[in-house]
């Protein structure tokens, strides 16, 4: 069975770090991209930063671009999100997801964790 | 970046209604088109993508449109459990993967 579970969120104060795990079976970790997306209380998804297969692609939205790391160990089919300098406006449910390739280029995310809420609060 | 807008923001429908949500982007991105459900306190379930291609075990009600900049999820007969929030999302000009704002479906 194909799962992703989330764990390290948790609230924080600003200007602090946190790190996520997203730890995976049920699949070849080692042979996917994997994303997180973020979702802020009662709002839409937004898509945070992705990482290829083998580690050495990883790309990021705007807003965490320099604040945030992601990265992954293919050996302990573990997914991470290594986040500094926090703000309250991080506030969200972090998701892992996997990506599945269509048509050449086009991705998806076919299989999702449960999420995990980090709260960013004085 | 690529901007997505999906309509309605919210809409009311009955048990067994035909529902259509549509999305707009901002520029062409051919068929590299997903729609997702999200039920309150759950992730996000991949429903079509490519616009057009049913993700294994999604049921046969849903079904998806469209190229270029105009896409729509159709659902024939709407069922209890499709209550949700639907989102659009492109991957033609990723990163950054951006996502439609939502379409919230409620009973009627």
């Known amino acids: 069975q194909v799962q992703l579970v989330e764990s390290g969120g948790g609230v924080v104060r600003p200007g602090r770090s946190l790190r996520l795990s997203c730890t995976t079976s049920?699949?070849?970790?080692?042979?996917?991209?994997m994303h997180w997306v973020r979702q802020a209380p009662g709002k839409g998804l937004e898509w945070v930063a992705l990482?290829?297969?083998?580690?050495?692609?990883?790309q990021y939205v705007d807003s965490v671009k320099g604040r945030c790391t992601i990265s992954r160990d293919n050996f302990k089919n573990t997914l991470y999100l290594e986040m500094n300098s926090l703000r309250a406006e991080d506030t969200a449910v972090y998701y892992c997801?996997?990506?599945?390739?269509?048509?050449?280029?086009?991705?998806?995310?076919?299989?999702w964790g449960q999420g995990t809420l980090v709260t960013v609060s004085s | 970046d690529i901007q997505m807008t999906q309509s309605p923001s919210s809409l009311s429908a009955a048990v067994g209604d035909r529902v259509t949500i549509t999305c707009r982007t901002s520029?062409?991105?051919?068929?590299?088109l997903n729609w997702y459900q999200q039920k309150p306190g759950q992730a996000p379930k991949l429903l079509i993508y490519?616009?057009?291609t049913l993700q294994r075990g999604v049921p046969s009600r849903f079904s998806g449109s469209g190229s270029g900049r105009d896409f729509t999820l159709t659902i024939s007969s709407l069922q209890p459990e499709d209550f949700a929030t639907y989102f659009c999302?492109?991957?033609?000009?990723?990163?950054?993967?951006?996502f439609g704002q939502g379409t919230k479906l409620e009973i009627k």
């Open positions: 997801a996997r990506t599945i390739y269509y048509s050449g280029s086009g991705t998806a995310f076919d299989i």
């Open positions: 049920g699949f070849a970790f080692s042979n996917n991209a």
């Open positions: 990482i290829s297969y083998d580690g050495r692609n990883t």
């Open positions: 520029q062409n991105i051919y068929d590299y």
């Open positions: 490519a616009a057009s």
């Open positions: 999302q492109q991957s033609y000009s990723a990163p950054p993967h951006t």
